[in-house]
């Protein structure tokens, strides 16, 4: 078979799936673009995890945790804790991970597929689109993207991609590349009791202090029983746009391909067991390697007050393209040329 898109339902939703055959994802337009499956079908892999509650559609409350499924979510403007922006309040991780985008293109041949989706928000002025395209046999997704802003003032985004690991593919055979230089942390209230690594703590990318003084290589995952921790870290200072975990054991991995002027932090979000209490209760096993283009704060009231925010101008479009990468047969990657071809770790 050639690439193939596939329209179908998950539950009472509207699904979307490109394929190849060899390499699918699996998107829900209607519930703010959620890419709910990312797999490699010859090996059977699902990288993306799904939470303990799944997908559904009777969430008590419209926030993003209480609808969160797990998989990959857009966050847009904003990303992190909730905010004041300029006068309205936005939720946790941004307007558009809660809204209805709109299929507006979908284009299909036996060598590429792509499917075409734009939103606008209703608490801030802008309007985004995103293109996402699968070329034949390549485990390539390209994901272009263009935010504009329909209002007269420049305004302040935080823009990034929530893609959470899981699945078949997460376990202790997994380690992170990258070429990176430095790592840091920051506490999250919810992770005060499981978590080992203190606030503000840094280091040389991969290897971070804990609590106990002890240098804890981060690149290597922990298993689900062994470690029982919850932290939040920000990876940054790339020399070279990419990042991958490979599963040493299954010989199978996902790297991301990025622009590190745009994108220049990746926040690394860890859910190893720990998190007790709302919304885990030591229930998630998942970590997410998340493109941003700056850091949140958490000590921060207004939008005004984040620092490294971009702006976009009144009238002006930002633009984004990255690249996610499925592959097999090799332990591990050295690097990622521009084109997306691996060199594995020797």
Known sequence: MGCEILEHRVGSFRAITLTDGEFSMTLLPEKGSDIISLRHEKTDTEFLWTSPNG????????????????GWQECFPTGGPAINYHGAAIPQHGEVHALCWAVTDMMKDFNEVSITLEVDTIRTPFHLRKKITLRYQTGI???????????????????GQHPALGGNFLDEHCKIDALAKKVWSYSLPENSETGQFDQSVSGEWPMLKNKRGELVDVSEIPSSEGARTADMLFIGEFSDGWISVTNKERKVGIAYLFDPEHYKTVWFWQMYGGGLGYPWYGRAYTMALELFTGVPDPRAATIEDVAGTVQIGGHQTLSSRFRVLLYKGIRGVGRITPDGTIVPRI
Do not use: M, V
Request: net charge negative.
């Open 141 to 159: 997704f390209e994901i272009e993207e263009w935010a504009t802003n329909l209002s007269e003032q420049s305004l302040p985004i935080l823009w």
């Open 55 to 70: 997908l559904r559609a009777d969430a008590p409350t419209k926030s993003f945790i209480d609808n969160y499924e797990g």
